[in-house]
């Protein structure tokens, strides 16, 4: 039984088939595509295929468009024989490809609408399909604008942030707006968006919103940007604006008074920098102060202006003390103020006292003993006058001293805790003692009538006076404890014979000596004689040795191994 129905449930499903394949072949069929899509400015071509029941051949092809009002406006009438272009808008924009396409040139955005293929097939009737047209013009890159000047945090309203605007689009685009990377959306009394939309003549859309939201002091750091959506082959797509910040006007939170350089501790004719530094925009408005007594000084005439900085050049002893800062908020009127101690180490009253104080003998001793104030542990060295060290320590020992010891001292005071912080003072030490002559020009070779200059120096403290044995005209020279004086004079016979005498006095003694004069005739003289007598003896030792030679070669004289031996023969014989 079952076998003898399936031929037959067969058979009727075929037959069937066989129906629906002859009523569709028996169609006038239409394809076209259900939407064309194509950019402003470019073409945009519509394809119509139909096709005939057994290849019969079309009586006509009419193209339509479907105007505002809903109805059918013709753009060709197509024929076997003939094309007729229709009097339309499209004229001159619309062309017939081979193949009975449509070509649209130069789309516009009035062109986004619906266009019919419509062909009549004789017996078989008419047949027509349609195409949507959909134009679209993708937007310019949106620009935003923040808002200018400052939002305060204290605003009483909801401020505006910033501004986007995207132009030249069709569809119709929208715009959202982002912060920190997350979209923000409208929220009640805490962020409203505000869209504007305006139809350009030429029919595209230029799209803009504001965003309005309220701003802490943590948006300082925040950044903002739009992002405009628009449509595209059946997709959304997107274009971002740049990312900007907003200029927040917010409050000092933190207020900062320091002092520059802070690396080393401040000491005496440094320059020194008070730096105040707020944590709020816009910077406030800096006062500075110095407390003297109980009243605070203001400073703010030696500030630079507008800049939280106030220079204090070459800071002594008087520029200790507490400084202080003051902010004054514009955005809210609130004040703030920071105080900071500047502590200047200084060096002061630095003094030499010597023991014994009373006038110091050559041949004693003394000793020096340097002392200073400072509010800082101080450390004292000792060098003379060519800046040699000499000892380490307040005390200097000075022994068994002469006017040749060094009379000039330094005392160098130091603050090991305060670099560079030193100070130095210099003392004299006076040595005492009758006058020692050191050099005089003797003896003086010279000639008689000859102007010469007589030398004596001497060394003494108290300043010694110098007298001169002789008439002459005299020079003196002073040079700490060293005196020279120069005597110019003409040489007598007397001069010649008898010399001069320097004398030399202070209060605690006197010195002398005397300067010979040696006539250089006399001398030349005796020189001569010195020669003769050399030229003499040296003759008299040539003549000796000359006769010795002679004996020696006549055997007169024995000399050697064989003298020696011809004595010892002469002895035995």
Not at 70 to 82: D, G, P, Y
Not at 205 to 218: G, K, N
Not at 290 to 296: A, I, Q, S, V
Not at 318 to 327: E, F, P, R
Request: aromatic fraction near 6%; hydrophobic fraction near 35%; charge should be negative.
């Amino acid at each position: 039984m079952a076998g003898g129905r399936r031929p037959a449930g067969l058979a009727l499903g075929w037959g069937c088939c066989l129906l629906l394949c002859c009523a569709a072949a028996s169609k006038l069929e239409i394809s076209m595509p259900a939407v064309v899509e194509v950019e402003v400015g470019g073409t945009a071509r519509i394809e119509c295929n139909f096709y005939t029941p057994e290849n019969a051949s079309y009586t006509y092809i009419d193209w339509f468009y479907i105007d505002r009002s809903n109805k059918q406006v013709r753009l060709f009438h197509i024929t076997a024989s003939e094309t007729v272009e229709d009097n339309t808008d499209y004229k001159n924009r619309v062309l017939l490809g081979q193949d009975k396409a449509l070509s649209i040139s130069a789309v516009t955005v009035q062109d986004a609408r619906t266009f019919v293929c419509q062909v009549g097939a004789g017996s078989y009737g008419v047949g027509e399909n349609s195409t949507e047209l959909s134009v679209y013009k993708v937007p310019n890159n949106p620009e935003i604008k923040p808002s200018s000047g400052g939002i305060s945090v204290h605003s009483p309203e909801i401020p505006e942030i910033a501004k986007c605007e995207s132009k030249n689009s069709f569809p119709l685009p929208n715009i959202t707006w982002h912060k920190n990377g997350e979209e923000l959306h409208d929220q009640e009394n805490q962020v409203v968006i505000k869209p504007t939309v305006t139809r350009e003549s030429s029919g595209l859309y230029t799209v803009s919103s504001t965003l309005y939201a309220p701003v802490t002091r943590d948006d300082r750091l925040s950044q903002y940007h739009c992002t405009v959506h628009y449509w595209l082959q059946g997709q959304i797509r997107s274009l971002e604006s740049q990312k900007v910040k907003v200029n927040i006007f917010y409050p000092v939170e933190t207020l900062k008074l320091r002092v520059s350089p802070s690396s080393a501790p401040v000491k005496e004719g440094d320059n020194v920098t008070l730096v105040c530094e707020a944590d709020g925009n816009p910077p406030p408005i800096f006062t500075f102060f110095k407390k003297n007594l109980d009243e605070w000084q203001d400073l703010s005439s030696l500030a630079e202006p507008n800049s939280g900085v106030l220079n204090l050049p070459e800071v002594n002893k008087s520029s200790s003390g507490t400084y202080k800062c003051q902010s004054l908020d514009l955005d809210d009127m609130t004040e703030k103020e920071e105080a900071v101690d500047l502590v200047v180490n200084y060096i002061e009253g630095v003094h030499v006292k010597m023991e014994p104080s009373s006038t110091v003998r050559e041949g004693e001793s003394v000793k020096l003993i340097c002392d200073a104030h400072s509010p800082v542990s101080l450390q004292y060295q000792w060098r003379d006058e060519k800046g040699k060290k000499l000892v380490e320590g307040s005390q200097l020992f000075l022994n068994n001293l002469t006017f040749e010891t060094s009379n000039t001292f330094s005392c160098k005071v130091m603050a090991p805790s305060v670099p560079g912080l030193e100070q130095s003072k210099k003392v004299s030490v006076a040595v005492e003692g009758k006058p020692r002559i050191v050099a005089i020009s003797s003896p003086l070779y010279v000639r008689q009538d000859e102007v010469v200059n007589l030398t004596c120096k001497a060394i003494a403290f108290p300043r010694p006076t110098v007298h001169w044995s002789i008439n002459g005209t005299a020079h003196e020279y002073m040079d700490n404890q060293h005196i020279a004086s120069n005597l110019t004079v003409r040489v007598s016979h007397d001069l010649l014979q008898a010399g001069a005498m320097c004398r030399v006095s202070n209060k605690l003694g006197v010195s002398e000596k005397h300067i010979q004069l040696v006539d250089q005739k006399s001398t030349a003289e005796s020189q001569g004689v010195i020669i003769v007598a050399i030229i003499v003896a040296i003759l008299v030792v040539a003549v000796l040795g000359a006769v010795i030679y002679f004996l020696h070669k006549k055997g007169k004289i024995p000399c050697g191994r064989a003298g020696k031996q011809d004595i010892a023969r002469n002895t035995s014989i």
